[in-house]
T-cell receptor, first 112, second 114 residues
């Protein structure tokens, strides 16, 4: 069935380190892909999205490219900050539907 | 301020006692949805609604009911809660549910069923 797989966390990095959080998906058709971020005690917020193959979503220094050939949407940031500490969720919306499927989330901890 | 408001923030109840978690948005959004968040499972969609009187099941609808009588409100009803429904619940909305729109999430409701 349709699913999203994220790398297990937690991921612990030093400030200014390079970040990659892997995300792969299984879905019929051409889903739209998203990264959401959840700060402690809050709801999720959209970080970036891509709606078709080869699109690159970017926001606040984060980037992810929709790779249809590898069914992936990896999240990257060149230099993380302590304020980036949060849980990151990869998600997809199935094409032709209004259903979302989320990954299990990856906790990121950035140390000063 | 544009927001999705859930109430209550925390709720402890006992098995079998009917409860309702309310969700309201002030953005005139047509699309609203409910999720539960469990450790190791991420967020799973319970129900969603495309507009007033239009609802559909998500991936885990068993044991839940919803209604959409007004555009702004989308309550989640647990008619006979059980301990396996202990979870963190989120309501979310977007303008029309399109993939080009972002979901606005509420702050969550932590439910414990004893």
């Amino acid at each position: 069935g349709d699913s999203v797989t994220q790398m297990e966390g937690p991921v612990t990095l030093s400030e200014e380190a390079f970040l990659t959080i892997n995300c792969t998906y299984t879905a019929t058709g051409y889903p739209s892909l998203f990264w959401y971020v959840q700060y402690p005690g809050e709801g999720l917020q959209l970080l970036l999205k891509a709606t078709k193959a080869d699109d690159k979503g970017s926001n606040k220094g984060f980037e992810a490219t929709y790779r249809k050939e590898t069914t992936s949407f990896h999240l990257e940031k060149g230099s993380v900050q302590v304020s980036d500490s949060a849980v990151y969720f990869c998600a997809l919306m199935l094409s032709g539907t209004y259903k979302y499927i989320f990954g299990t989330g990856t906790r990121l901890k950035v140390l000063a | 301020e544009a927001q999705v408001t859930q109430n209550p923030r925390y709720l402890i109840t006992v098995t079998g006692k009917k409860l309702t978690v309310t969700c309201s948005q002030n953005m005139n959004h047509e699309y609203m949805s409910w999720y539960r968040q469990d450790p190791g499972l991420g967020l799973r969609q319970i129900y969603y609604s495309m507009n007033v009187e239009v609802t559909d099941k998500g991936d885990v609808p068993e044991g839940y009911k919803v209604s959409r009588k007004e555009k702004r409100n989308f309550p989640l009803i647990l008619e006979s809660p059980s301990p396996n429904q202990t979870s963190l619940y989120f309501c979310a909305s977007s303008l029309r549910g399109s993939a080009n729109e972002k979901l606005f999430f509420g702050s969550g409701t932590q439910l414990s069923v004893l």
